[in-house]
């Protein structure tokens, strides 16, 4: 069967989409972070920010072109790549995406379902959790009344608000830190439910197996069978 115009796109600019969504974290990261650094450093960095979103547009309109649809269906059904470009510090999402388009492309052996399911959140979860850190930690900073004034205090509740526990001794003041707050608990439900999804899966199968095994094994070498001995 042909690989569509669409699909040899995304198998070839997998790697170059995970390398540039990197580079974008890592820029704006030193941007937020690095309130002490040179001007020049921060519009180097700036820059890198500029040029990598650039590129995500880019992928986003060939994909576009290749795909045959009209804006109003592409939207539709790309609807998570239409977020990710207007919201690029999601791009943590994509790298995730991108690695197993990469693995499938040099048909490198993979992880079982389950597996790749608990690994691929967890590397979400990680870069998620990063990502918001950062945009609570710049939008809350300098806001009066603020309670998040340092990077630390973003990580923790961050990391509250991901695990679903949300312990209330910290929260955003302004309203785009509450958008964000608002995105990582989605992200943190989603995930949470799709971890505990897959876990209760696994769990059903071994017990299954196991049911099977017993089920086809004699009466006599059941386990705990008498032997037919006094």
């Known amino acids: 069967m042909t690989d569509s115009p669409l699909a040899r796109w995304e198998r070839h600019n997998g790697a170059v989409l995970a ?17 002490g650094l040179p ?5 180097v960095c700036l820059a890198v920010t500029l040029v990598t979103w650039l590129v995500f547009l880019v992928d986003y309109v ?5 795909s045959g649809q009209r804006l109003p269906r592409f939207l539709r059904t790309h609807w998570l790549d239409t977020v990710v470009l207007l919201l690029p510090l999601l791009r943590p999402v994509r790298i995730v995406q991108a690695y197993e388009t990469v693995q499938r492309h040099h048909e490198r052996p993979r992880l079982a379902l389950h597996a790749r399911v608990i690994t691929y959140a967890g590397v979400s979860v990680t870069l998620l959790g990063f990502a918001g850190s950062l945009a609570l930690y710049q939008q809350e900073r300098t806001a009066p009344g603020a309670d998040i004034l340092t990077y630390g205090d973003a990580v923790w509740f961050t990391c509250t608000t991901l695990s679903t526990v949300g ?3 910290l929260a955003p003041v302004t309203p785009l830190g509450r958008l964000v707050a608002v995105g990582v608990m989605a992200c ?3 995930l949470l439910g799709a971890v ?3 876990f209760s899966s696994w769990l059903l199968q071994v017990f299954a197996r196991e049911d099977d095994g017993d089920a086809q094994r004699p009466p006599g070498n059941s386990p705990g069978a008498s ?3 006094d």
């Open 19 to 35: 390398v540039a969504s990197l580079l974008y974290l890592s820029s704006y990261a030193i941007r937020v972070l690095g309130h």
């Open 39 to 43: 001007g020049p450093v921060r519009d």
């Open 62 to 66: 060939v994909r576009l072109r290749l």
């Open 167 to 169: 312990y209330g001794d």
């Open 188 to 190: 943190g439900l989603a």
């Open 196 to 198: 505990t999804g897959t």
């Open 227 to 229: 032997d037919g001995k």
